[in-house]
Each structure stands twice: as C-alpha cells, then as structure tokens.
C-alpha cells in the first residue's frame, strides 16, 4: 500500500536514491549525488516540509519536491519535480503525489500554484491539467550555438562578481534599491561610454563596449551594416543613459518586474544573481538578470540570463534590451552562454537572443493553478 511522508522524515540517501530512480529515463540525465541535492534544495528553495515521497512498506518509490514563498503580495508554490520510479509507473503514484501536494498547498493558504513541464511530456501534462493546472505560456531554455557545454547554478561555486562588477565604479556595487525602486537620481551620473577608459580590460569589454564583431572584424557572419547599427545605437545609448549594478532583489523592487513567472527565473531563486539596470533620467528604463558562474580555480564558466525587461514607459525598447544583452553577454570569451525559462510571449527578447546565436535547447510548458476559494469551485 501506497503511503506519503514528508521528504523531512526521508533520510538523504533515499531522497537521493528516489531522485534518480524517479527520473530515469527522462527526457534530460538528471542523475545527481547529495551534494548536488542539497544545493539545489539551497538555491531554488524547496522545503523539505513541504516536499513529500510515496513509500510502499520502506521503500520510497515516487516524489514531489515543492517549494512556497511570497510574489507579488500572493503566496506561490512551485512543483519543483515529479518523479515515480519505473516499476511503479502507471499505477496512479503520479496522481496521488499531485492531489496530496494540492492538499499542501491548501493548508499552506498558497494563492497560485505553479509547474512545468517539458512540452513533449504529454502524459504529464495531461496529469496536471486533469487536477486544475492550466498551460499560460511556454518557456524556452536557449544556448548560445558553438559555446561551451552548458553549466548551471550548482556545477559552479555560486560566486557573482567579476569582469562585469569590476568594471562599474564603487557606488555601482552596492544599489541604493529603494533609489532604484523610485526612479531616483542617486546613481544617475556618469554614462557607459565615459566609464570605459577607468575599467580593467576584461571588464571594458564585458560592459557596453562593442564587441569585435560590431566594430566590424570577422565574427562569422555579420554584416557590415550591423556593425554599424549597433556602432550608432552604443552611442546613443551612451549619450541617453547609465548603467548601474545590483542584486538580483533590486530588479524584483522596479514597478515593471514581472512578479508572477517562472520560479526558477525570479529573483528569489537567483541568491547569487546580478541585475544591470539602465537609467534614463534617473528613473529606470530596463534591467537584465543573470548569473554567472565560476569554476573552482576562479575561471568564469558561464553566463546564464534569466531576464531582460525593457519598462513600459520607454519610448526604444529595442535599444535599451540590446545594449543589455551586449553588456552581460559580452567579452567573455570560451564560456558558455544560456537564457533559461523565457516566455516564448517575448518574441521582442527571442528575437534579439536569435540574433546573438542562441537556439532553443529545450521547450517547457509552464501551468498555474487557482488556489483561491474562488478557483476551487
């Protein structure tokens, strides 16, 4: 008979142990170790207490990993993995793991409830959407084609500074984020392109500067005309605005952030993750946030971006998104470069990343669920 724990009262070797068992044979190797394990637990915040594993007698044979926190004034959950081991598929685990983290989340008083899944997952999908969940986008995980193999938040050593940070001045480092919120003038001087002969050489051409490519030497395949477009478009930007670093909380304070998405693209997820925003006036016109992650020598492994919002207000959305994406994905040479969990809806975003050389790895449909009296009737 089929019984539901808590992940709280597993011990590490089991959790570990259903994990992989639970994902065999799945569309990506998800294999992972207890080390790997607990970091992940760490950066994406799942709850242990909240996370349940079905046993059958002592042996754990299917889990959900479940987290819960506050976005946007709602309370969010987030189905941060379904697993049932291969014997025991087709017997209806799946489904009375789903329908008893529902009751979680009831407890818990949870607004929102989110999942995803891959797009090529039907049965899954068909799964959630027979308890409630309802597809509202699809996101895309995009590598940069001809990069390095790709490296997340927990082959790395989580460390967030470097070429980019270096290459701002000191104020820089550490936001005022109530200014940033309000759109106040506190970090409001000084453009990019003023800033570039004080910045180490690493750090200049990771911070606005044009690129080789676009100042017109072989890269393969752009034209003559794009280098001088984006020539044109760092000028003006240089003239219009200033960028600014932060913490990846400081983009979650801007009027425009995006409070409901993609859990694992929040700021909240993102512990060691930056923001580089663009200041028009003072007041904010755009941000990026993105990580980057180092091996254990201090060699920078890979740049992952996760967001690039253009604010609503801005009357050239388009340059305020391109100088952003040349300022973070810029002058690092052999790392690797991602964009994960994109709406496929920001076609303005896919559009300028297809540009730049990245191709959709993998496709995702991301679901919610009503949790609210209202929902469940």
Known sequence: MIAIRKLSECTLDQAVQVWNDGFSGYF???????GAYMTRQAY?????QHSIVAFDGEQPVGFVLNGIRMAGGRKISWNGGTGVIPAYRGQGVGRKLIEASLDIYREEGVDTATIEAFADNAPAIALYESVGYVTRDTVLVLRKAGGAAGVGPSEGTGESRGALGDALPPAAAETDAAAVRAGGSAHASGGSAARQADAPEEGRRGHGALSAAEAGQP??????GRAKAAAARHNDAAGRYTLRHGTARDAGLLPFYPALGAWRGHWASLTAGESLFM????????YALYMRVYEASGKLAGVTLYQCEASPDNRDPETVLRTLLETVLDGYGEASFSASHIPSSRTDLLRLLEERGFETAHEMVWMTRDMTEEGRA
Do not use: I, Y
């Not at 994406?44 to 242990?48: A, I, N, R, T, V």
């Not at 890269?219 to 003559?224: F, I």
């Open 219 to 224: 890269d393969g395949g752009r034209s003559a």
């Open 44 to 48: 994406e915040q799942l709850s242990p």
């Open 28 to 34: 990506v190797d998800m294999t992972t170790n207890p």
């Open 279 to 286: 200041l028009e006036d003072g007041k904010p016109a755009g």
